[in-house]
C-alpha cells in the first residue's frame, strides 16, 4: 500500500509544445493518502489515463514528480513500482487455468508454494472463482475474466497500488453492479490504495471515498460524493455530476440579489455583493433536487412554463421554462404538477452563484 504524492506532473505527447493548449496533463499537485479509494473522473480526453499512466510507469511525465510513500519513482519503469494495472480490456492467459492466472505474480516472484496456495484460495474466494479455478480462462465470460485481472492484481501482499482503466466498459450492464460491489468489498477488506478511471458517474460515486473530477488536462475539483454533490466548486461540476445535472441560469447582479430572466431573485445579501465583487459572467446554479414547484406565487418564487411533467416511477422530473431558459426539477411521486403557468422556488441554502464557471464562496 502506498501515499502517491504528485508534484507540478504534467504531461504532452508532442515533442513541440508551446502552451498550455499542447499538454494533455496540466500541472497537477495533489497526494492520494495510503489505502483511499479514488476515482478519477471525467470526460474522454480530460487526462485521466494519461495521468494513470504516469502513476504506474508507462509514462514518463513531461514535467514533475511522482513519489510513492516518499520515494522518488518518476523515472522508474512499471516494473520496480509494485503497482498492478487493470485494463478495460481483460488481460489474462487463457492456456492457463484460473488457479494458475491468479498464481502466475506469485509464482514469478519465487514465492513459497504453500503461501501461493493460501492467497489464490484467498482471493479466489473473495471474488466468486472458486467453482471455476480449475478451468481454462479461454473458457469464461469477459466478467469472470475481468475478475482474475483484478485477482492477480489482489494476491500480491506487497502490491503498493491497484490502478484500474475503466474496468465495467466491456461488463453486461447487469454484472456491473455485481463487480462494483466486489471491488469496494475488496477495499474495505485490505484496504489497499484503488485509483479508478471512468467517466460513468454512478460507478466513480458508488466506487470512491473520494471523486478526482478533470477537464482539459486539469483537476476542477476533490471530494467526497457529497460534497460534489451538494457544493460543486465549478459549474463544470455541477453538470457532470447529477442526473439531471445542476441547472445553470445565467443572471446579473440586482440589489440584495440576482435578475433571472427579468425577475429578481432575493439572495443573502453579503454573498450577492461577494459575486458582484468578482466581476465574472455570472450564473445560478441550483440542482433539480432542490428546486420546489408551487402552484401560486409565494416571497421568492419567480414564475415558469411547465412544459413536461415526465413520471419514473419513484420520481417525476419536471420540465419548465423560465424567460427563453430550461430548469429541470425533481420531484417526489407524491408530489403532483400540471403543465401550463407555475412558480419555481429556489431555496437559498442550495442556491450557488458561479463566476466565471467558478463558484462564489
Not at 87 to 116: C, H, I, W
Not at 201 to 217: C, I, K, N, P, W
Not at 243 to 263: H, K
Amino acid at each position: 500500500m502506498a501515499r502517491i504524492e504528485y508534484k507540478g506532473v504534467a504531461h504532452s505527447y508532442l515533442s513541440d509544445r508551446h502552451g498550455a493548449q499542447d499538454y494533455a496533463l496540466e500541472h497537477i499537485d495533489l497526494t492520494l493518502e495510503d489505502g483511499g479509494a479514488y476515482a478519477l473522473l471525467g470526460p474522454s480526453g480530460s487526462g485521466k489515463t494519461t495521468l494513470l499512466n504516469i502513476t504506474s510507469g508507462l509514462l514518463t511525465p513531461t514535467q514533475g514528480q511522482v513519489l510513492l510513500d516518499g520515494r522518488d519513482v518518476t523515472g522508474l519503469p512499471a516494473t520496480e513500482r509494485n503497482i498492478a494495472q487493470v485494463f478495460q480490456f481483460p488481460v489474462v492467459y487463457d492456456t492457463m487455468t484460473v488457479y494458475d492466472n491468479l498464481a502466475f505474480p506469485l509464482r514469478n516472484r519465487g514465492v513459497a508454494k504453500s503461501e501461493v496456495h493460501e492467497r489464490v484460495t484467498e482471493v479466489a474466494d473473495m471474488l466468486e472463482l472458486t467453482d471455476v479455478l480449475k478451468q481454462r480462462a479461454s473458457g469464461l465470460a469477459a466478467d469472470a475474466k475481468q475478475k482474475i485481472s483484478l485477482g492477480r492484481g489482489l494476491v500480491r501482499s506487497d502490491v503498493a497500488a491497484i490502478l484500474l482503466d475503466e474496468p465495467l466498459t466491456v461488463i453486461d450492464p447487469h454484472l456491473k453492479w455485481m463487480l462494483r460491489r466486489k471491488l469496494k468489498q475488496t477495499h474495505q477488506r485490505f484496504r489497499l490504495t484503488l485509483i479508478y478511471v471512468t467517466h460513468d458517474q454512478s460507478e466513480a460515486l458508488t466506487f470512491a471515498d473520494e471523486v478526482l473530477v478533470m477537464r482539459d488536462g486539469g483537476i476542477l475539483q476533490v471530494g467526497s460524493p457529497r460534497e460534489l454533490f451538494e457544493h460543486p466548486a465549478h459549474a463544470f461540476v455541477g453538470h457532470f455530476i447529477g442526473s439531471p445535472g445542476m441547472n445553470l441560469l445565467p443572471c446579473e447582479s440586482s440589489g440584495d440579489g440576482v435578475r433571472l430572466a427579468g425577475q429578481d431573485l432575493p439572495l443573502d445579501p453579503a454573498y450577492a455583493e461577494r459575486a458582484r465583487g468578482t466581476g465574472g459572467r455570472l450564473e445560478l446554479g441550483i440542482r433539480p433536487e432542490f428546486v420546489r414547484y408551487r402552484r401560486s406565487a409565494e416571497p421568492g418564487c419567480v414564475p415558469a412554463d411547465i412544459t413536461t411533467v415526465e413520471d419514473l416511477g419513484n420520481y417525476r422530473i419536471l420540465s419548465a421554462r423560465v424567460g427563453d431558459q430550461v430548469v429541470k426539477a425533481k420531484l417526489g411521486e407524491e408530489e403532483q404538477a400540471e403543465t401550463g403557468p407555475g412558480w419555481l422556488l429556489f431555496p437559498r441554502e442550495w442556491t450557488r452563484l458561479y463566476a466565471d464557471g467558478r463558484v462564489v464562496d
